[in-house]
């Protein structure tokens, strides 16, 4: 395939360049298209849109591959570990067992929050969703921790993302106590990231918890599936964010917005409802005709994707892992058997088939969190909780590239042309 494009317009025929990457697409570089043509390009959606170069994520959707800096979700989420894939993302390469020591070190004594924090969830009424209180509070993280919000200083935007990949699960469990009417629990020095976020969420003063290995291995595999996905949404508004010179904690408040919405992090709460809405087996029929109606706006929440045009293969590891932890807890949800029939169902009937729409990551997640004990309004947070590592790395890898400037799309503009005032004695 040639490195250039060949772009025929009224007036003139244009050469562009084609950017070759490691693997994957090549991208046409139309950087200098409207000063060479007086002409955008249209993509809503940004369906056919490189919207900048990474050397941190690569999926390919036709054949549902999902790689972290090489290595795949499938060999990740069994042999390793979510610090493990944290360092792995934000520094390039697996850290050796000083190198991981040394970042579970520095993760861990940041895990406590400026106990001035713990005020800002009293605002909150208790019902309040956890996910509009993470937004506040994540937002607020840059009056308590102004010294690492210089984004020039390199050393200051890694305290920062430490400061922020620490942070989360324990803002994160605060923000489930407060719901429950139960006191903050302070994080542990000797447990480990996963084993700290259960017990600062399950654990309660008046007797000892006990971490369940079964139940810690599980949530950090599933933090390890939510870690990074390329240029999702939410990223992308982190990424855009950034680009203003926004701080790290400002930019991750409007990823966890973004993340919050149904057609992307909010689909694993919204999956599960819908599955506990079906209920039994002979029901799924009725939501799959619904789900094929163009004149009902009901979709199969935890299926399609825009990239996956396969099988999500973290909805693969994610329905081994249920099954796992259903036999380990010995709990039988019925609500697994009906995902299973659900998903079985779908991927017989020719509407999804010739849409290409398989179970994504949140089709089965919900199911493992619930049958852990958390409940849905949280899922999505702990979407974010892992999601803060995929964030930060990209917020890295944007800031320190020297190109970098601000993220400004233009339009198709379809308003009304240019019209004189009317003074309204005469409209
Ligand atoms: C995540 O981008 C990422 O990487 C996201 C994510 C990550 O890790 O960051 O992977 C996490 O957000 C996963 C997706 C979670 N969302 C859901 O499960 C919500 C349900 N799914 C959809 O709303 C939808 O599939 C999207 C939003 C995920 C993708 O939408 P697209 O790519 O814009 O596709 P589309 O809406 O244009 O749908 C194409 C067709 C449409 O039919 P036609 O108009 O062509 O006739 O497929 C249909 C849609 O109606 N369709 C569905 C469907 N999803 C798409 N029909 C029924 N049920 C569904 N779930």
Redesign the pocket.
């Known amino acids: 395939m040639s490195d250039t494009v060949k772009l025929t317009t009224d007036s003139k025929e244009l050469e562009l360049k084609a950017l070759s990457g490691s693997v994957g697409p090549k991208v046409i570089d139309i950087r200098k298209l409207y000063a060479q043509t007086g002409m955008f390009t249209y993509d809503p ?1 940004f369906t056919s849109t490189a919207s900048c170069d990474s050397a941190l994520t690569y999926i390919d959707g036709d054949e549902g591959v999902l790689l972290h800096r090489g290595y795949s979700i499938e060999e990740l989420s069994e042999k390793s570990s979510f610090m493990e894939v944290a360092y792995l993302l934000l520094r390039g390469s697996l850290p050796s067992k000083d190198e991981l020591d040394g970042f579970n070190n520095t993760i861990t004594r940041h895990t406590m929050v400026h106990e001035q924090l713990s005020q800002f969830y009293r605002g909150f009424r208790r019902d309040a969703h956890p996910m509009a209180i993470m937004c506040g509070v994540v937002g607020a993280l840059s009056a308590f921790y102004h010294d690492s919000t210089d984004i020039t200083d390199p050393q200051q935007r890694m305290i920062a993302s430490h400061r922020l990949i620490a942070k989360m699960p324990t803002l994160a469990a605060m923000a489930y106590k407060y719901s429950i009417g139960q006191p903050f629990v302070y994080p542990r020095n000797d447990l480990s990231y996963t084993g700290n976020f259960l017990r600062m969420t399950f654990s309660v003063p008046a007797e000892e918890y006990e971490v369940n290995p079964v139940i810690e291995q599980a949530l950090d595999r599933i933090f390890i599936l939510h870690a990074d ?2 240029q ?2 939410s990223t992308s508004t982190v990424r855009l964010a950034g680009s203003s010179g926004a701080n790290p904690f400002a930019c991750i408040a409007a990823g966890i917005a973004c993340l919050w919405g ?4 909010g ?1 694993n709460e919204a999956a599960l409802n819908m599955l506990r809405e079906i209920g039994t087996p002979e029901r799924i029929p009725a939501y799959i005709a619904r ?1 094929k109606n163009k004149d009902d706006p009901f ?9 996956y045009k396969n099988y999500d293969p973290r909805a693969t590891v994610m329905q081994k892992t249920v099954r796992e932890v259903l036999s380990a807890l010995k709990v039988n949800d019925p609500i697994f058997d009906v995902a299973l029939q659900l998903e079985d169902m779908a991927l017989h009937d020719d509407y999804f088939r010739e ?1 290409k ?1 398989f179970p ?3 089709f089965y997640s919900g199911i493992i969190l619930s049958a852990i004990g958390f409940p849905t309004d949280m899922f999505t947070v702990l979407f974010a909780l892992a999601r803060t590592v995929g964030w930060v790395a990209h917020w890295n890898e944007m800031i320190s590239d020297p190109e970098q400037k601000i993220g400004r799309p233009r339009q198709l503009y379809t308003g009304p042309a240019q019209r004189p005032y009317v003074p309204v004695a005469q409209r």
């Open positions: 959606g996905h390329e999702n949404a149904p057609a992307h992090g689909a789900a979709r199969l929440m935890g299926f399609g994707h825009r990239v849409k729409l994504n990551v949140d």
